[in-house]
């Protein structure tokens, strides 16, 4: 299912808009399928650029990314758990070294629970959210990476060094509790 531009442009200036608060958008979120993006404040990972909202000058895009339950990604994936969410592994990577998150092995690499608790706290405190139900998100989601190339979606970034950064920090979250 395809849809005009006009639509697709309309769900890029969701993306755009005013980012929320994590607790703002539990209130909020539908269970609905969409896509989403997440903001942070210059302070936070500052080595990482990104297209800066334009009502909100003082946040800068992260990552974009596509959901079948927006309501479900957000707020029991990517506020809970590092084992199904890129965003918290590659949160986690950039953070080790200054948070010390640690992690175990179980069917894979995970934060041990008081780090994911701490991750999703500094989530909450640091970022910021934005997000528009579309009804075939993976049919968008590569052209919004394209358009707004958030640093921590790295098959969108072009700069290499960047992607680079980013890649190794997922490399040392993996291998910090290999088996």
């Known amino acids: 299912m395809t849809q005009p531009d006009s639509f697709i442009d309309h769900v890029y200036e969701l993306l755009a808009g005013p980012p929320v608060s994590t ?21 936070v990972l500052p080595q990482l650029p990104g297209l800066t909202n334009d009502h909100d000058r003082h946040l800068r895009l992260l990552y974009v990314g596509q959901a079948s339950n927006l309501r479900g990604r957000i ?22 070294p200054s948070e010390g998150y640690r992690t175990v092995w179980k069917d894979g690499v995970v934060l041990v629970p008081e780090d994911e608790l701490r ?10 959210l934005t997000w528009a139900e579309y009804p075939e998100p993976e049919e968008v989601e590569s052209d919004l990476v394209e358009r707004f190339e958030p640093s921590l979606n790295i098959h969108g970034v072009h700069d290499s060094d960047i992607r680079a950064m980013v890649v190794a920090a997922k490399d040392r979250f993996e291998a910090s509790a290999r088996p």
């Open 119 to 128: 991750l999703t706290a500094w989530m909450r405190n640091s970022l910021r």
């Open 23 to 43: 607790d703002t958008a539990a209130g909020t979120l539908s269970r609905s399928p969409g896509v989403y993006a997440w903001w942070a404040f210059p302070t």
């Open 75 to 96: 707020l029991k994936t990517h506020l809970r758990r590092s084992g199904n969410s890129a965003l918290r592994r590659s949160l986690a990577g950039l953070l080790m």
